[in-house]
């Protein structure tokens, strides 16, 4: 199975992690690494690393917060050693459909047509939006 890295500034992956398994259940193959406040870089990258150096060359989809911050600038320079896909703008909604669509047999590519789908950006204004209402449920 296709492995996931939420990278970000602070806690914001863990959360992501913990709303999405609040609403999906535990999800396998779901990775959290966070930039800490007063963080080294450096040591952000060899923490960052570590995790890839178990993923065995296997493709890697890595999320993270913000284009041009620490977590991407990290992953697009361990893009150069490792098997990595990277998206900037993670949100709940596109996790959500990331993690209840992925199976053992999906690929890299199928994940990253899931990411960039607008149908799962989650960004629409409220008035826009008519009267419909999302499932309250996955069950």
């Known amino acids: 199975m296709i492995q996931i890295i939420l990278a970000s500034h602070?806690?914001?992956?863990?959360?992501?992690?913990?709303?999405?398994?609040?609403?999906?259940?535990?999800?396998d193959y779901l990775e959290t690494i966070s930039f800490k406040p007063g963080q080294d870089p450096d040591n952000?990258?060899?923490?960052?690393?570590?995790?890839?150096?178990s993923q065995n060359d296997q493709p890697t989809?890595?999320?993270?917060d913000l284009k041009?911050?620490?977590?991407?600038?990290?992953?697009?320079?361990l893009?150069?050693?490792?098997?990595?896909?990277i998206v900037t703008g993670v949100n709940v909604p596109m996790l959500l459909s990331i993690v209840t669509s992925r199976t053992a047999k999906s690929s890299i590519s199928d994940?990253?047509?899931?990411?960039?789908?607008?149908?799962?950006?989650?960004?629409q204004n409220s008035k826009l939006g008519g009267t419909h209402h999302a499932k309250l449920s996955l069950n």
């Open 44 to 53: 952000y990258r060899d923490d960052f690393e570590q995790v890839l150096k």
């Open 111 to 123: 994940l990253l047509n899931i990411c960039l789908n607008n149908e799962n950006w989650g960004i």
């Open 10 to 27: 602070g806690q914001f992956c863990l959360g992501l992690k913990q709303t999405v398994e609040m609403i999906a259940g535990k999800t």
């Open 68 to 77: 041009g911050g620490t977590p991407f600038n990290t992953a697009m320079y």
């Open 61 to 64: 989809l890595v999320l993270v």
């Open 79 to 85: 893009k150069q050693k490792y098997n990595l896909e």
